[in-house]
């Protein structure tokens, strides 16, 4: 009897990236792409709809970004596999959704030929990373040993709801813009606001953009004003 395949949920804001993904993965006979998400939002939806057993998921996504996406999945469902398949292999970034509890991380550049390996290795509960990333994450462990670092201080923790209220007024969204796309009152938003700007001890909204950019919540392209 022949094995089901591995179903897969493809997260990616670029449509023509998107159709070259499913068109790579849809010539191998165990890989089976159930659907497409354009932003996270989408994809946490899907997730929960269809349980997947693999993600693969850009960071860069208008209205809630991968690496939030990521968090509320694996939130709602612990058994699933999420892949990274990302433009940014900034250590910040590789070590934020590990933190969270992606399987991997790919750099997609470098990521076409071994995408459908790497979704075989994550499915099967192994790890799988870029070479590029595997190598700095091997030297870093090293050097770390060698100084005998100490755990590093934990960063302001903000919610999963401060986050999506976060990238909507990083990417210039008024309050009750926020508040529609979130189906909350202005009132909450502005709460969230406020908590946020005392969690991170910032105090403007061009502030709180800055913050989104500096920690992949939103790209600086996405912003187009001069901070």
Do not use: W
Not at 5 to 13: R, S
Not at 113 to 124: G, K, S
Not at 137 to 148: H, I, P, S, T, Y
Not at 166 to 179: C, D, F, P, R, T
């Amino acid at each position: 009897m022949p094995m089901s395949p591995i179903t897969v949920l493809l997260a990616e804001d670029h449509t023509i990236v998107r159709e070259g993904l499913r068109a790579l993965l849809k010539l191998e006979s165990d890989i089976q792409v159930v659907a497409e998400a354009q932003d996270g939002r989408q994809a946490v939806a899907l997730a929960e709809k269809l349980k997947p057993d693999v993600i693969v998921m850009d960071i860069a996504m208008p209205l809630l970004n991968g690496m939030e996406a990521t968090r509320q999945i694996l939130h709602a469902r612990p058994g699933v596999k999420v892949l990274v398949l990302s433009a940014h292999s900034d250590d910040a970034y590789v070590s934020r959704v590990m933190e969270l509890g992606a399987s991997g991380y790919l750099v997609k550049q470098t990521a076409a030929h071994v995408l459908p390996e790497a979704i075989r290795r994550v499915h099967e509960g192994k790890k799988c990373f870029s070479p590029i990333i595997s190598r700095r994450r091997k030297e870093q462990a090293v050097k770390a040993r060698a100084r005998g670092d100490l755990p590093a201080k934990k960063a302001a923790q903000i919610s999963s709801r401060e986050t999506e209220v976060l990238q909507l007024i990083a990417e210039g969204k008024a309050n009750k813009e926020v508040a529609e796309e979130l189906k909350i009152s202005v009132k909450t938003v502005e709460k969230h606001r406020q908590n946020l700007m005392d969690k991170l001890n910032i105090h403007d909204t061009a502030g709180l953009t800055r913050h989104a950019i500096a920690t992949g919540v939103i790209e600086s392209s996405v912003q187009g004003t001069t901070l």
